[in-house]
């Protein structure tokens, strides 16, 4: 029998509901039909406390090719939350660029580096396009933080978007002639993308 069956089986024998045994477990009634149906597995935790509450063994719920499926999905969960908690720090951090002297401004016969905040002579709109892609660029990585505890499609929807974002900010800065700022984004698409060629 496999774990969709049991679990079936024992909330019914408990006489439970969907929404019942997802109150119980603190976990979405969306999640426990997802089980029931066959469509995913319950994290290791939620198998644990699965177990508490059905008073059975983990081992009695799944076989062991259901434990292996199990135990992959959960360390695939964990590593994509890493990277999401990773990528979104490094986004944020891009707001560094208002005050890290990375820019370049024209005095005279002499350049001098300066913040974005401090950069004059600049055409204005051009300005606000640097300023709007920083900070696009941090509100990514703020979204990317607050869902990280979302479902692993969210969290791959997020990654995209910063890396998308990540180009486009970096793009922007080497077509301006700002080449320190442009390295600058560049290292954290360099720290992005070994990431995901570690994925496994």
Known sequence: MELNEKL?????????????????????R???????????????????????????TVDALLSGEE???????????KEARIRAVAFGWMDISAGLLFFLPL???????????????GLAGENPWLKILYMAAVVLMMGVG???????SGAVSSLEK???????????????FILGRHPYAAVFLFVFLLVKGMMLLKKP
């Open 158 to 172: 997020g990654k995209n978007a910063s890396l998308a974002v990540n180009v486009l900010a970096a793009l922007l």
């Open 142 to 148: 703020l979204c990317t933080l607050l869902r990280r």
């Open 30 to 56: 969306t999640a426990v039909s997802k089980w029931e149906s066959g469509r995913g597995y319950p994290s290791i935790d939620s198998l644990k406390a699965l177990a508490v509450y059905f008073q059975v």
């Open 103 to 117: 820019f370049g401004r024209q005095e005279g016969d002499f350049v001098r580096a300066v913040s974005l905040t």
């Open 8 to 28: 079936q089986e024992l909330r019914k024998q408990k006489g439970l509901t969907q929404e019942e045994l997802a109150a119980a477990l603190y976990v979405s």
């Open 67 to 77: 434990l292996l499926s199990v135990a992959g999905e959960d360390v695939r969960q």
